[in-house]
T-cell receptor, first 114, second 114 residues
């Protein structure tokens, strides 16, 4: 579950295109998954979450897909906008004793070209 | 609510000095997390509290690091003595333990140890 990132994966898309950001998680016991967006100089912000008993959840312009068989999570952003440019993190959440423990993945830099 | 409040926003200190980072969680939240973010290691969970009690400090890198939560509205992360490799952005986050796990992050403290 620890993140070690010498090189941050980068996804470059054109404004208006759809973006798909992928994430592999490590703990098969994780029961909750969250996508966070981090803009430069700010803390991570919640985007969307999904429980382990679901395989898809939709929000406004975003969809999260969960494949527990291969421990894979994806975030789809429709009609990507320049304001979507940020680093995106998936986080897995499992009960770590008294409260939920949130472990972050490495992160993906999304660069939206105008 | 003003969200999670961290202070200071930036800290520059000399190697060997004591550093204290401060956090005020969102009112009503009963879980508090300290994270460290670097390019090399991403977002690492250092320690988390539930109802002011430390639950898991396995992420604390060394004995030089310590964290306290004397009451529900205040937590500190102390590094003594500080070293250049401690340079990073330190985030505090809070959540409802009974919630799904969504944590709300502060703006972070950028620590530079020279």
């Amino acid at each position: 579950g620890e993140s070690v990132g010498l090189h941050l994966p980068t996804l470059s898309v054109q404004e208006g295109d759809n973006s798909i950001i992928n994430c592999a998680y490590s703990n098969s016991a994780s029961d909750y998954f969250i996508w966070y967006k981090q803009e430069s100089g700010k803390g991570p912000q919640f985007i969307i979450d999904i429980r382990s008993n679901m395989d898809k959840r939709q929000g406004q312009r975003v969809t999260v897909l969960l494949n527990k068989t291969v421990k894979h999570l994806s975030l789809q952003i429709a009609a990507t906008q320049p304001g979507d440019s940020a680093v995106y993190f998936c986080a897995e959440c499992y009960y770590g004793g008294a409260t939920n423990k949130l472990i972050f993945g490495t992160g993906t830099l999304l660069a939206v070209q105008p | 609510d003003a969200g999670v409040i961290q202070s200071p926003r930036h800290e520059v200190t000399e190697m060997g000095q004591e550093v204290t980072l401060r956090c005020k969680p969102i009112s009503g939240h009963n879980s508090l997390f300290w994270y460290r973010q670097t390019m090399m290691r991403g977002l690492e969970l250092l320690i988390y509290f539930n109802n002011n009690v430390p639950i898991d400090d396995s992420g604390m890198p060394e004995d030089r690091f310590s964290a306290k939560m004397p009451n529900a509205s205040f937590s500190t992360l102390k590094i003594q003595p500080s070293e250049p490799r401690d340079s990073a952005v330190y985030f505090c986050a809070s959540s409802l333990a009974e919630g799904g796990g969504e944590a709300f992050f502060g703006q972070g403290t950028r620590l530079t140890v020279v």
